[in-house]
DNA sequence: TTGTACGCGTTATCAA
DNA sequence: TTGATAACGCGTACAA
């Protein structure tokens, strides 16, 4: 078919240095039972002929893979994307691999991609989305086959999930605290989608704030996360608040487009109205004006998240079931 | 260890419908020599047991895996994230997975990676990185290894390789030409890094345009992609050129963080400065004043380069050692 | 310290 | 139409 050379065996690099193959193998997995020249000729043929174990033989032999599979759903999601490159850095410092299961949208089809991790014998689960309810099938047959499984930002009540994830009650209460602490006037409030544990968080954490500061909280419209969501709540919430003087949009893109919402009906940002987002995406710098926002350690998520999987696939009990990261406020021209 | 349960095997399934494996394994690759009703129950019983057919084992005995690689870099980029999806889509339908290579800036590391992903034999890689030159060395260790390879976006001068990219001549070319017919004076230019072949072909666009027109070129300035980079090359842009009227940023962040720069400097966009972008990102819509921009066939591009990949696997030449896909002119505010 | 036999789950080959 | 057997590359148990 294709030119593809010949696999190099442990048996060829056996032959070519004189030895049985199972020698080569107590080389490979540093067995002690070797004779130091016996070891080190083994390693330079080794290096000679470019040789590489074949993990998929091994995996047959232990029957388990060094193969993370990695469920997320929109890779344009900042956050995630972001949880990703941590995940992945972790995942090769530990001898392990990721592989990429469904980056879509649609949630009806997990069971295809999910049959074809399991297929790939993977020996555990991350899970980069947000939680929705549909998946929670999907979920529970996971956890139910006993495959080791930890979430980032996923929730589900029922079930006992590891999850990393950050503050959010924390990230919504400084969030709309800041906005209080600069004048003491209602915070109004652009949500994500119902459902999503995040967003009844940092609600939460927006109405503690009110509470502590003894300030009615401000009217709440609901988004979906987009840019085209954020221009039209800020419209709807202009239209029921026209003294509107402060808004928290729960992501920097419907902040950012709430902000240009309500330049084209006139107003200012901050002069007439202060504005707060969350995530700190990079351009939330470099927008007009420039975007106060709550930052996230989200690399962080994605490595601690990949370091409990792998201690849960090598037997460890997690000694958390639940681990928060801290949110930071990012002062910038919004809200000043 | 863990609570995994054993995997149900093919013999299990062979067992409980009183036939031998190797019928089984005739049902499930859908050879012709099988009774109908030894058939029927042994789809049946696979159903009830659960049964999925090991890729490892498989992959033992075949000799080839249905596992591709991924390499790219920097997942916060657009265009790449794009790609991957439409990549990983195709990759889905056709039974393949991806497993992630380095996500990592560092090009140092490549070999670990690399290594990472030849253990786990997979079957072909796709690039969708942009070309440097530092990874020529691994590239070409790949091709010499026979290892099936495309890249989408990712050129390199002395080697044959399979590429699916954006027109990019065409795509430089209608972006500067659009704003010499608003006005023919000459287009500034902010450009990626050197060293990209897009930076180069946009570049050679921007110079057939003006040549087309018979306008003499604007001053051009060297960026890194970033929003960072954009607002300092629009500030040393205003200073070279005072009287700038119109600026072609080859990709939408550093255009927008130039406009916020041109801003800073008390310069209207679009009144006194015309910019167009590259790219249509999301927030292209939402920023202020929104940006005109040169949409890419993202998706497409991972699609198409997928699909070559899989059929290269499957011994077939490619027609084609380079897939050009068209872009789109986007008009909207900057530059109207 | 080193080598031999066996098995992991599957497909291909050949015989029945 | 079905079954027995070998083989894929490797690690483990046991023997030498």
């Excluded at 709440?220 to 949009?249: C, H, I, M, N």
Aim: proline share 5%; no cysteine; charged share 25%.
């Amino acid at each position: 078919m294709n030119g593809l050379k010949r696999r190099v065996t442990i048996k060829d690099v056996a032959a070519s240095a004189g030895v049985s193959y199972q020698t080569v193998s107590r080389v490979i997995n540093d067995h002690p039972d070797v004779a130091p020249e016996t070891r080190e000729r083994v390693i330079e043929i080794i290096r000679n002929l470019d040789y590489r174990p074949s993990a998929i033989a091994r995996s047959l032999v232990l029957e388990r893979t060094r193969t993370l599979g990695l469920i997320t759903q929109d890779l344009s999601d900042y956050f995630f994307t972001q949880v990703i490159v941590g995940a992945e850095r972790e995942a090769r410092k530990q001898g392990y691999v990721f592989v990429l299961g469904s980056t879509e949208r649609n949630a009806q089809d997990e069971p295809a991609y999910l049959q074809l991790l399991l297929e790939h014998q993977i020996a555990g689960i991350l899970f980069a989305r947000p939680s929705t309810e549909r998946d929670q099938r999907h979920i529970k047959a996971i956890v139910e086959r006993g495959l080791p499984l930890v979430t980032s930002a996923y929730h589900a009540e029922d079930l006992d999930l590891t999850v990393v994830d950050v503050d959010n009650i924390d990230g919504g209460y400084w969030a709309t605290r800041h906005l209080l602490e600069k004048e003491p006037a209602p915070v109004a409030m652009i949500t994500g989608p119902a459902g999503w544990r995040s967003v009844n968080e940092r609600t939460e954490g927006w109405r503690r704030a009110h509470a502590a500061l003894g300030v009615k909280p401000g009217p709440v419209e609901q988004g979906d996360w987009s840019y085209e969501s954020g221009y039209q709540t800020g419209r709807r919430l202009l239209k029921r608040a026209p003294k509107l003087k402060a808004v928290f949009a729960q992501n920097d893109r419907m902040a950012i487009a709430a902000i240009r919402a309500f330049r084209d009906a006139g107003r200012q940002v901050p002069q007439n109205i202060r504005v707060v987002g969350y995530d700190d995406v990079p351009e939330a710098r470099y927008v007009h004006p420039s975007l106060t926002t709550m930052r996230q350690p989200m690399q962080e998520v994605g490595r601690i998240a990949t370091q409990i999987l792998v201690e849960t696939i090598n037997g460890k009990q997690p000694e958390h079931r639940e681990v928060l990261l801290k949110t930071e406020l990012i002062v910038r021209e919004s809200s000043s």
